[in-house]
């Protein structure tokens, strides 16, 4: 492996807790080298946040590092091993284009992978070349920045740096590489991959490992092992239930894409909804519709069911008591999915006090809008600000029936119709990243070099909440096509 030049004083505080693994979990790697690496995007608020220094960062040896040619003191590169169900099929994967240069601790003590994504061939490969091009790292930094804003636990984008290549996918295209930060990068499909590959010390080496690093709290539990798996079902069913209630629309929820922390990874085929369709799909792989927006509840529920089996030789050392413990720690993922979900849905209407009726209304109103073509946010932030012009469903008989329930039930509460329109306020963002505006970015970005477009957008979904006029640009619809979008992953 070809020794990179290291860099002293450069506000990363690297660890490599990650490295004290079985080298079954791991392979030593360094990036690739970039012929001329050029800053496009940089995180200031997350700069902050991390105690970093955004002038470091935009200097030549900041952007090296960034870049993957040069490595920060105390990081020892690596990529990850791994494995999963892609569309219901089990496979080995592993970073394939990504390599983990180490864990920043923050001023507040929190542990963070470094990750840059883009940085050229690992042994997990499969053939590929490693690279990414500049639109899908883009895309990834708006998408991923916008759920923070939001409020959903997701890994985050410090920066994104073009590499002076071309890359080869259905075109000749501009390559780049994006700095992932992220509680950890392990997913189910770790768990998976030890399952299958690893044996019985190996496995319990990992969730000992996952369980000190994000659940310290249950290592002393009489069985941890299952404490471990309830949590993590809490964890994915609150951020699904987030994902839902913003439209959210992952693409490709496979068993490596869904993480152990609770965190959104991956942002590929992802968009957000417009008009409400429980059917919606964006992404130009998902020909079956499996990961359909009204599936994904589910569809989580079965990459959970991976992740249990996989912990059954931990959680009970006779098999049948072990799988009847972990069939009935799964069959809580609906319940816990539902009170997160109905709890957000009655706080978009401004219902503080939970009523048995709650349901009913909420999806009378969700098949409404199914039937007359609505689009979900807008709406959404129509009835929180009371202005419901342009939205066609405003005006049927069926609609003010429905609002004349509401109504009602808004006075069986206590509260002050000021209180509930801050509570509907902040439940309802005003914008949501729009694909057609991501896309006009993206081009602008990539076509042109100029990444003005793609800064606005994210300074005005920096603020999804906040129903200012400045915004009101990007609330607005595409223009009609009998051409469905359609989402790429980008590899």
Known sequence: MTEKEVVKNTKFNLDNSYLKLSDIFFTIQNPSSVPSPKLVALNYSLINSLGLDSKFLQSNDGVEILAGNKLPEGAIPFAQAYAGHQF??????????????GEHITPIGERLDIQLKGSGRTPYSRGGDGKAALGPMLR?????ESMAALGIPTTRSLAVVTTGEKIIREDYLPGAILTRVASSHIRVGTFQYASRFGNIHELKELSDYTINRHYPYIADEE??????????????AELIAKWQLVGFIHGVMNTDNMTISGETIDYGPCAFMDVYNPETVFSSIDVQGRYAYGNQPKLAAWDLAR??????PLIHTNQDEAVDLAQNAISEFANIYEENWLSGMCSKLGIFNEEDEDKSLIENLLSMMHKYGADYTNTFAALTIDKKDGIAM?????????????????TRQSETKESVKQLMQSSNPYIIPRNHRVEEALDAAVKNEDY???????????????YSKEQDEYSTLPEPSNRPYRTFCGT
Do not use: C
Not at 88 to 101: E, K, N, P, Q, S
Not at 140 to 144: F, L
Not at 307 to 312: G, K, V
Not at 452 to 465: E, I, T, W, Y
């Open 307 to 312: 992740f249990a089996e996989t912990l059954i």
């Open 140 to 144: 990834e930094y708006i998408i991923s």
């Open 223 to 236: 069985n941890k092992y299952l404490a471990f798996l309830k949590e993590v079902i809490k964890k994915q």
């Open 88 to 101: 219901g099929h089990f496979t080995m994967l592993g970073d394939g284009r990504a390599v983990l240069i």
């Open 394 to 410: 405003f005006s049927t008989s069926e609609f003010s029936k429905w609002n004349e329930l509401w109504q009602e039930r808004l």
């Open 452 to 466: 003005g477009v793609m800064d606005r957008l994210l300074d005005a979904l920096s603020k999804p909440f906040a």
